[in-house]
């Protein structure tokens, strides 16, 4: 029988401080064990247990895609001991990581229709693992028009640069990446995410749209897309909460009866709407 | 005064202070759904404060949820205050929880309330206790094939026995008059039993004590002296206390609980009748109790102005143990 | 241990930044010799010291515990010391009722010119906590490793 | 399903012989507390008693356990990387558990082990290696009220095998297959010991004077429920303290925390309560249950409704009356019910 609580054993390839503050660094991971990298089958929008020994887990999206091969990227938000402790590794280091956990953006669901995807500030990981995803030849042709709306508050805030930047250049995706005011040197979009949304203005026919930010993001995004039409149906959105055991025992991630670590993190704003904001 | 008229005492007083205006809610106590075990009760308007109740089952105390209740929430309240009750509220008042203009104090002067677990002991263990009522000096206890009267003071709570403090030393009305004042015991000999022992034995009694706790912080909980925003055990970086039921982390706990009520303790016993397990939580904060009397001739409780003793010093405070 | 070996205490030493850190810096510029088993941990006062501080060295595996500050009078703070002495008193108290030995809870004022008295003091804290032994009291233990 | 019969006289040697290799435990009386504690093989265990304080829950989810073990140190190859601990050497026999009790243990197992993903191996480990003995409740409390909750006193779920007193003799019911086997070499029982467990079983039920609708809980939407107005009252005499959640047998949720000393190193699991504000407190300080009230209500809500909802109507409750009888401010489980379902 296998122990969904004993982390896989696995080294850091690769580290990077992503933004201007320091507060998120980047972890490339490697398996110890080949075996675990293939009993590790995730699809974007899940998320896993970082572990670090001695200090404890912390569940983060998981920001790379499988299409991008065995080695898993998870971006790291210093805020507590685990974070504190994680960012103070470093390449060569052994960690653990346990997972994939909870449920996906609805890719099958999504086959077919035209996709818009809403970013804000850190947010972006598991939006990032979704793009890649998209983009992959073998998936690029099931989808429609895609659009990908990336804002945070300055430049030295965005994450995953290179990735972006060659997205823009491409011409199967639009692109717009946003910082909130004017900055000498920043030559993109100015303005708040929710300001780009109304600008872009998506439309909802045979769409779906993916959002995830900050909660104040969130809250000024929404109206944008209802006044443009979109039902709630069609808008998904990852939550986070406080989260133990991942999978669905522990009873402190709970919204309502779903366990936003086995029943979510996605749920669509229609699921959230009949269920109390505990999130 | 019986239980009936200082019922009905609590009940008039309360109706007028809500239909006045003077305050916004009585805090009391209110029948419990299970006998032995009264229950706090917020009346909002005279006819709630006619489900106000007293008996010597009242071992909440009160002034405990008088802090526990929303910032923002706190209009005037008016507090049925026995004599350690009416100690805790002069302790919030002295550590700025409270201003003496938020507590309309109803006094009630404390007969030595009773503990459940000992009257339940005494009847047998398994044995269903279906009514309990006082009648004099006396306990009635019902239940299916039996009806015992047990003496009120041999079913007391431990600390009611050295009590010496029984009327509210603070009160904006008393209900039912003064208690005759108590000579409180030999309040040493209980404070400290393991005086006695040498360190391991203390060591282990200490040990055995606590060895029950479960970690459920009631007795945190139902304290009106912890007050904390964040409790030193939750807090996690760095972790004070291990989350675990290893020896070490239980006594941890209970250690640094008691140390945090030196010279604020009032011993309302209120941790002891919160506790799931019977654990005489006393036995810490009674020594401490003990002690500084001894060392800074400090009583907690008993009057506003004082300074507590651990917010204190004098030139001459003893340190014949200091090198 | 092996029985052979004899028992050397670990004992966690609280100074205060002021007076007693001085004096063991004093006691190290002099070449006062002391026995190394004090690790010493700068606080700013005595009056910092939180009984949780001494709770958790023992719980950490410290065989005894040393706090030492300013005398009465000489606080940086005028009264850290002073509020700190009840303090103490109460802990050391209540710790030696839960079975504490007298012994490894050692207290003292020492100033940043008494290197001597720094010196006699590690002599003595030392003497005391190595004739007891290793110490039990809130010693948190997890086990070996599987 | 077979009847077997046991007189109380040779209950003792026959538990003994289910020992052998095996663990035996049993309510116990010490110091004015009944509690769960090791029966000696050959021992009468206790026939009348009321439920233990404590639930026997810590024989399947002890309130500590440690889950992994690792070397805390990076170097070495086998540095920092997590090692479960091993499984319970010994299996268990445990006698004379309340039905009430063993039910909880039932709607446990639909929580720790859902799917292939969600399958605890602490929890089912223990669960395979015991042996649940219950003994049907003949004298309820005045606090039970476990007919209300899907459970009975003489409730045959999560139990192995089931034991009606009936006076000098117990009616052996075997319930699971593992229960058939222990007491496959008891004689049959005849017809009227049957019959007199049958009429003991309704004067239990009939005993059992409280009584706890729980229809129009099951008929509310989730958010109705949630925003009635009686859970202002319900929290406001709340301590928050974790009474009720360390004795209720269904209460499951925990706290994982790491612990090194020295070169060792563990990732211990404890029990967690929702009554504590740091239980859903985000890093960021943020805290979705962030008042008292939120975590009130969310005991009662994951008891009575998101259970429910979750595992097919199972009810987080079997109506045991611990929290009744524990609780410090007297919040009565059965009153709150009363009231989301009123």
Not at chain 4, 202 to 229: C, F, G, H, N, W
Request: aromatic letters at 8%; a negative charge.
């Amino acid at each position: 029988m296998s122990n969904p609580y004993v982390p896989y054993p696995v080294k850091i390839s690769k580290t990077l401080v992503e933004t201007e503050d320091k507060q998120l660094k980047s972890f490339w991971l490697d398996f110890l064990d080949p075996a675990h990298a293939e009993a590790f089958a995730y699809t974007p929008g899940q998320f896993a247990e970082l572990s670090v020994s001695g200090h404890g887990e912390i569940p983060i999206g998981i920001a790379s895609s499988p299409t991008e091969g065995d080695t898993l990227l998870f971006t790291v938000n210093k805020v507590g001991s685990v974070s504190t402790q994680l960012h103070q590794m470093n390449q060569g280091e052994t960690m653990g990581v346990r997972g994939p956990l909870g449920n996906s953006y609805p890719l099958a669901e999504m086959k077919g229709k035209d996709i818009t995807i809403v970013a804000g500030g850190f947010a972006v990981t598991t939006l990032r693992s979704t793009v890649t995803w998209l983009l992959d030849p073998a998936h690029r042709g099931d989808y429609g028009d895609i659009t990908f709306i990336y804002g945070a508050r300055t430049p030295g805030l965005l994450l995953y640069e290179d990735q972006w930047r060659d997205w823009q250049k491409r011409d199967d995706i639009n692109c717009h990446v946003t910082i909130d005011r004017e900055v000498a040197g920043w030559d993109g979009m100015v303005g708040f995410v929710p300001t780009v949304c109304e600008q872009v203005a998506p439309k909802p026919d045979n769409a779906v749209a993916l959002i995830c930010g900050p909660p104040v993001m969130i809250r000024f995004t929404q109206p944008v897309f209802d006044k443009l039409g979109w039902r709630a149906e069609q808008i998904v959105m990852s939550l986070e909460n406080r989260m133990k055991c991942g999978i669905g025992i522990c009873g402190r991630c709970n919204v309502g009866p779903e366990y936003v670590c086995k029943d979510g993190p996605v749920f669509t704003k229609a699921q959230l709407e009949r269920l109390p904001a505990e999130y | 005064m019986d239980n009936q008229a200082l019922t009905q005492g609590i009940r008039e007083a309360a109706s007028r202070l809500l239909a006045e205006g003077t305050v916004d809610c009585v805090l009391g106590y209110q029948a419990g759904t299970v006998p032995m075990r009264e229950r706090p009760f917020f009346a909002y308007n005279p006819e709630e404060a006619q489900r106000l109740i007293w008996s010597g089952f009242c071992c909440n105390n009160l002034a405990d949820f008088l802090i526990r209740r929303p910032a923002g929430e706190i209009g005037k309240v008016a507090v049925v205050a026995q004599g350690c009750v009416s100690r805790s509220i002069v302790g919030l008042i002295k550590e700025h929880q409270l201003t003496r203009e938020q507590v309309h104090v109803i006094g009630v002067a404390s007969p030595g309330m009773l503990d459940r677990d000992k009257v339940q002991a005494l009847v047998g263990p398994d044995k269903v206790i279906t009514a309990a009522a006082e009648e004099g000096d006396e306990l009635v206890v019902e239940g299916p094939g039996f009806n015992q009267r047990i003496a009120r003071n041999k079913v007391m709570r431990d600390n009611c026995y050295t009590c010496v403090q029984r009327n509210p030393v603070i009160f904006d009305e008393l209900i039912g008059g003064e208690s005759e004042p108590t000579h409180g015991g030999v309040i040493d000999k209980v404070a400290a039993p393991w005086e006695r022992l040498d360190p391991a034995g203390r060591l282990a009694a200490f040990a055995e004590n606590y060895q029950d706790c479960i970690r459920c912080y009631a007795c945190r909980d139902a304290c009106p002296l912890c007050y904390c925003h964040v409790c030193f055990v939750d807090e996690s970086s760095p972790q004070w206390c291990g989350k675990t039921q290893d020896e070490s982390d239980v006594l941890t706990y209970h250690i640094l609980r008691a140390f945090h009520c030196a010279g604020r303790c009032v011993d309302c016993g209120a941790c002891e009748s919160a506790c799931p397990q019977g654990i005489k939580v006393r036995r810490l904060t009674s020594k401490i109790e003990k002690d500084v009397r001894e060392f800074y001739a400090y009583a907690p409780g008993l009057e506003l102005e004082s300074v507590p003793p651990l917010s204190m010093h004098r030139p001459d405070d003893p340190q014949g143990f200091i090198k | 241990m092996s029985e052979t070996q004899e028992f050397e205490p670990r004992i966690a030493a609280f100074f205060c930044n002021w007076c007693t850190y001085g004096g063991a810096d004093l006691a190290g510029v002099s070449r006062l010799q002391y026995p190394p088993n004090i690790r010493a941990i700068r606080i700013p006062c005595t009056g910092r010291l939180s009984p949780t501080f001494v709770l958790q060295a023992f719980r950490q595996g410290a065989d005894g515990v040393w706090i030492s500050g300013c005398h009465p009078g000489d606080c940086h703070y005028i009264e850290g010391n002073l509020f700190a002495r009840r303090r103490f008193t109460v802990l050391k108290n209540l710790l030696e009722y839960v079975g504490l030995e007298p012994g490894r809870l050692h207290f003292s004022w020492i100033s940043s010119a008494e290197a001597t008295k720094f010196q006699q003091t590690v002599i003595e804290v030392t003497e005391a906590v190595k004739a007891l032994g290793p110490c039990r009291f809130l010693r948190k233990d997890i086990g070996m490793v599987a | 399903m077979s009847d077997k019969i046991l007189t109380k006289d040779s209950a003792a040697s026959f538990l003994a012989g289910l020992g052998g290799e095996r663990d035996l435990f049993a309510p116990a009386l010490a110091e004015g507390k009944l509690a769960w504690a090791p029966l000696e093989p050959g021992r009468e265990p206790l026939w009348e008693f009321s439920n233990t304080q404590m639930s026997p829950k810590e024989f399947f989810f002890p309130q500590t356990e440690c889950m992994m073990r690792f070397t805390n140190q990076q170097d070495g190859e086998q540095g920092m990387i997590m090692r479960p601990e091993p499984e319970l050497a010994r299996e268990r026999v445990l006698v004379n558990m309340r039905p009430c009790d063993a039910k909880a243990f039932g709607v446990l197992d639909l929580i720790f082990c859902q799917d292939e993903v969600t399958d605890d191996p602490y929890w089912r480990d223990k669960r395979e290696k015991s042996l649940i003995i219950a003994l049907a409740c003949n004298d309820p409390c005045p606090t039970c009220f476990c007919t209300s909750m899907n459970c009975g006193p003489h409730s045959e779920a999560g139990a192995d095998v089931l034991l009606t007193d009936l006076g000098g003799k117990l009616l052996v019911r075997g319930v699971t297959d593992k229960g058939e086997a222990a007491i496959a070499e008891l004689p049959e029982a005849v017809p009227e010991d049957i019959a007199a467990a049958a009429s003991a079983k309704e004067k239990a039920e009939a005993a059992i004077t409280t009584s706890v609708e729980m229809d129009q809980v099951k008929a509310r939407e989730v958010m109705e429920l949630y925003e009635a107005p009686h859970w202002d009252q319900v929290q406001e005499s709340c301590l928050n303290c974790g009474t009720c959640t360390f004795c209720c047998p269904t209460c499951h949720c925990f706290d994982i925390q790491d612990e090194t000393q020295g070169a060792a190193g563990r990732r211990v699991r404890n029990w967690d309560y929702c009554m504590s504000w740091l239980f859903t407190q985000h890093g960021s300080g943020h805290n979705p249950r962030g008042a008292k009230k939120d975590r009130v209500r969310q005991r009662f809500m994951h008891k009575f409704k998101y259970i429910p909802v979750k595992r097919g109507g199972e009810i987080g409750c079997v109506g045991c009356g611990r929290c009744v009888q524990l609780c410090p401010v007297n919040i009565d489980v059965r009153e709150v019910v009363r009231n989301m379902n009123a």
